[in-house]
């Protein structure tokens, strides 16, 4: 199993930032795909998970409204949208399936 984030960077306060995650060794179309993230001195949270189908979502409550997960089963890629910034949005997000982790992309919000 393989898992790579990509898209994270440097952003001010209310903008925005995509994120996508590519999978490979595994049927992806057969398992939730999740994002987490860690900010700095703080423990790992989870922030969304996507169904197989893509039909459900669920988010945490604090980017509830702002962030967008999405999948595209064809091309085992995994996204994250994130709108509407906040600085407390700055961490390390990683893409997750079960016990498999991607290395992570930093993501900064920041003016």
């Known amino acids: 199993v393989q898992l790579m984030e990509s898209g994270g960077g440097y952003v001010q306060p209310g903008g925005s930032l995509g994120l996508s995650c590519a999978a490979s060794?595994?049927?992806?179309?057969?398992?939730?795909m999740k994002w987490y993230r860690q900010a700095p001195g703080a423990e790992l949270e989870w922030v969304a998970t996507?169904?197989?189908?893509?039909?459900?979502?669920s988010y945490r409550h604090s980017v509830k409204g702002r962030f967008t997960i999405s999948r595209d089963n064809a091309n085992s890629l995994v996204y994250l949208q994130m709108n509407r910034l906040r600085s407390e949005d700055t961490a390390v997000y990683y893409c997750?399936?079960?016990?498999?982790w991607g290395p992570g992309t930093q993501v900064t919000v920041s003016s």
């Open positions: 060794g595994f049927t992806f179309a057969g398992y939730d």
């Open positions: 996507i169904s197989p189908d893509g039909m459900m979502t």
């Open positions: 997750n399936k079960g016990v498999d």
